[in-house]
């Protein structure tokens, strides 16, 4: 039914004598929201980094919306549609959170200095563009209230929201999201979840990292597991869930094979 | 702020120091007034006090340059005097007898002499010293603080070996010794050395290169905060604070650190050029590590990153050893009957207690940017709220 966004196959990655990544692939579909999961160490953060340029892929094919692109660079990548996020957040902390969305609208900006030092009129037209929209995002996000605090003064949860405005200044086609849930309380999981529901709806595809369960169960329309480097199953949540693969992953042979005897 | 209209756009609106036009007009204008009386009103001390205004508009231009660098995209700079150097010797080179004198064919291509205007100079000479910047800038992109701090060093080190040095077998830049008889500024028909009457007016030479150079620093300063306020100063910044999420958010990281490497030197290769024409002679010993540091400290003291803090510290440190020389040495020879502590000794250790004392009580510097979140939530709540009293907490 719907088209392809993103679709990434064989990838590998290896540090050294540790091989991160097996021909790993993982294909995405057009304003999904998908999951990839796997236990601690299983790369899926390395798998992130390679997808958006952080990290050179040894091998793979990567192509979004058809195009192929090899992540060599990541601004190169934040050009052609992906954002993303940090699991250990990454904000501007002494810039303004609204400086900070505004950042994000660098890629899709082109005032240069010689602009910006004559105040050209496509300048100052440009730069009231970019504020508007970075209040507006920030507004849209829930954190209006400290557009003109420093980053690091706002709440915890407040970071990672800001972090997201931050992605999502970029227009991008993909939001990459590394365990946006992460030291996140009940209260600030629920908004988070409403949130990523309502960015969504708006017709931005999201690729999500995440450990906590259910969330990644209420949420997404297909997840990936990762164990060692390696794809180990792929489906609708459900299906996940009940995979004795990705069960053996997460609890251990004993229980897998408790699974597997029910199954049968 | 010179232009209103910018502070307004600089600070979204509600905020508290979004100030009416009318105060930032009457602000400019006393600051204005104040910057023409001054040479007049300090004249009748002595021109060492107008020369020294001088150095300090010099200063200015140079703590700028370095802010850009240091401040705005975070990359330590110990050779920035290095840039100084290059437009300092393209003006001298340009115009004095000294390439005359020892290349025959340059005399027989100029019988008149090289007298290159410092009007094409300056542009000149910023961009040899943009093209530096660039030089230095390229190999040092993957490297951070310490490490880069020690190749920025060594730069400024080869380039005044290099003017110590270039004077055998072929004499480019006469050596130690330096090159003399370089041509003072000429505005039209005006030689700012030997003014005569302008305008009616007889003003000494000094009072016309203090207006030169306060307006070029003014300019600076203009040229820094339309910068900072920029799509382009966002992405410096942004680059400062974290350079992955930077790359992350699409900022082409090398291209816009070799733009901050290659605007800085600009600055310094303009303030280069009119030190030659002020002084009408150069030598390396102008451009020595030593210098580096000051123009360092100056950023340092006054505020990382804040253009009104910058000059503060600039003028600040530019004009303290001819405050030192006209308070201490009369101070001692009245107590002690002679000078125990010269000035310039006393300099060093002025510089270093200033140091010291801003590291342990104002490490931002002595007007920093100011936490904007903190002083908008104030005004707008009235009472600070969670956040604001968290940030408030912290020590600066």
Redesign the interface.
Known sequence: MAECLLRAGSVNKRFGGLQALSDVQIQIERNQIYGLIGPNGAGKTTFFNVLTGLLKPDSGRFELCGLPYWPSDAHRVAKAGIARTFQNIRLFPDMTALENVMVGRHVRTHANALDAVLRTRRARTEESAIRSAARQLIDEIGIGRYAGHLARTLPYGDQRRLEIARALATEPKLLALDEPAAGMNATEKAGLRELLVTIRAKGVTILLIEHDVKLVMGLCDCVTVLDYGKVISVGTPIQVQRDPDVIEAYLGRPHAALVRQEMR | MS?PA?SE?AN?PG?ASGRPPSQVYAATAAVGLALIALPWLLGPFGSAWVRGLCFAALYVMLALGLNIVVGFAGLLDLGYIAFYAVGAYTYALLASPHLTEHFPALAHAFPAGLHVSIWLALPIGASLAAAFGILLGAPVLKLRGDYLAIVTLGFGEIIRIFLNNLNAPLNFTNGPSGITLIDPVRIGSVDLAHPGSVLGFRPSSLVLYYYLLVSMALLAML?CI??Q???????W??IR??E??????????RNVKL?AFS?GATFGGVAGGLFAAFQGFVSPESFSLMESIVVLSMVVLGGLGHVPGVVLGAVMLAMLPEALRHTVVPLQEAIFGRVLIDAEVLRMLLYGLATVGIMLYRPRGLWPAP????R??LARNGAPG???A??GS?DG
């Open positions: 232009d910018a756009r979204p905020s040229v339309r910068l306020d920029s799509r382009l100063g966002r992405a910044m942004a604070e974290d992955v999420a930077a790359k992350a958010m699409g900022i082409n990281v733009l605007l936490e904007h979140g903190v908008r939530a969670p956040a604001v968290q940030s912290r």
